[in-house]
């Protein structure tokens, strides 16, 4: 069974009590760039633990500003194994970007150990998430961090994990708007409070949790 068979058969046991923590870098921490506005994670827990009757379930959220995946391994037993989540969703790549071709071999590495020791010790099901595009302005990670999507999509196929593929998302939203950015971006790389939206509506959408009828769902994403 598949990390994403995993989570429908849980999901469908309401007796069922589930622990998500959600790893990541700023854009998971939410900080500052949806200026007091719900972040995707919230958007989440709203659409997990109200809106589908599951207030048992606890939703963690371990992300921080300024991390990449090495400061997430040098924090793993903190961050991650302290809790004994069930599932496990890492949005990491942003910033490793930063480190250029020269990180990449290093960051799929990393990955892959921290995938099979989180399954080995937990027994979690894992979500990997693509980091969003960034603007064509960002010199930094722009360049590389297509390289690094393709290590997280390889990943999650080799492990059989849920992918959220948010880089694909935003990039077929550009093609249909050039200036999409302007709507989802609060700086070169850091979405807003659409650009969050857009990524919770993406996770509730692949873990087959969408609804016509939801308020979460409803939100307005402008494209």
């Known amino acids: 069974m ?10 469908a046991q309401p ?6 923590l959600f790893a990541g870098d700023s ?16 958007h989440f827990e709203e659409r997990l633990r109200y809106e589908l009757g599951r207030p ?14 090495q400061t997430l391994q040098d924090a793993k037993e903190t961050m991650i194994f302290q809790f004994d989540p069930q599932v496990v969703s890492i949005n990491m ?31 979690a099901a894992l979500i990997l998430h693509t980091p969003n595009t960034v603007d064509l302005a960002d010199q930094v990670r722009g360049p590389h961090l ?18 959220i593929d948010h880089f694909t998302c935003w990039e077929q939203t550009r093609e249909r708007n050039a200036k999409h950015n302007l709507c989802w971006l ?9 650009g969050h939206r857009a990524m919770a509506h993406l996770l509730i959408r692949e873990l087959g949790l969408w609804d016509d009828r939801s308020l979460v769902c409803r939100f307005l994403v402008p494209e």
Not at 30 to 35: Q, Y
Not at 94 to 109: E, K, P, Y
Not at 152 to 160: G, K, P
Not at 186 to 194: A, G, L, R, S, T
């Open 93 to 123: 790549g942003m910033n490793d970007a930063s480190f250029g071709l020269d990180g990449l071999d290093r960051f799929r590495s990393d990955y892959a150990a921290l995938i099979s020791e989180i399954r080995r010790r937990t027994g």
């Open 27 to 42: 854009i998971t921490h939410g900080a500052l760039h949806t200026f007091g506005q719900r972040d995707y994670v919230q």
């Open 186 to 194: 609060n700086d070169p790389i850091h979405p807003n409070h659409f």
């Open 146 to 163: 297509s390289s690094y999507v393709e290590v997280i999509r390889a990943l999650a196929v080799e492990s059989d994990t849920v992918l």
């Open 15 to 20: 007796a069922t009590r589930l622990k998500w």
């Open 56 to 69: 048992f379930d606890l939703v963690i959220r371990t992300a921080a500003s300024g991390w990449n995946l």
């Open 2 to 11: 598949n990390d994403r068979q995993k989570i429908a058969e849980w999901l």
